[in-house]
């Protein structure tokens, strides 16, 4: 009857929401790193129905993804799954006249980051924000 130390550290469910396929693949691979399960789409309907499906723990989203786009996945997913931890990252130009991931942060985003993303830091986020 031995614990096994691996349940302690509770594997969490990572819903990625990307419309890029490469970086689909990167974020998978860093999530599925560091011990996590990571479920993958590439449109913001996708998510939404993804998230009501699973009730992932964490969700990563772009913000400009096919039809609604990352900020109606965010202000959704806070109404219906509260808890719900999000990262919203954008490889939008912050010259530009709106600041995407501000936006973002108001929605309800927990945290933001502009593309590219470390792997180190998001791993750290992830880790940061599945901990409170």
Do not use: W, Y
């Not at 990262?87 to 309800?108: K, N, P, T, Y």
């Amino acid at each position: 009857m031995g614990v096994h130390l691996m349940e302690i550290d509770t594997m969490a469910n990572i819903l990625i929401a990307d419309d890029d396929e490469v970086m689909r693949a990167l974020f998978k691979g860093m999530v599925t790193k560091t011990g996590h399960e990571a479920t993958i789409c590439g449109t913001s309907q996708e998510a939404i129905r993804i998230a009501e499906e699973i009730k992932p723990d964490l969700i990563i989203t772009d913000i400009f993804i096919p039809e609604e786009g990352g900020l109606k996945v965010i202000s959704h997913l806070k109404e219906i799954l509260p808890d719900i931890k999000i990262i919203a990252i954008s490889g939008f130009d912050m010259r530009q006249d709106v600041d995407v991931l501000e936006l973002a942060r108001h929605g309800g985003a927990d945290e933001t980051f502009q593309k590219p993303v470390h792997a180190q830091i998001l791993s750290k986020t992830i880790k940061l924000l599945l901990e409170n």
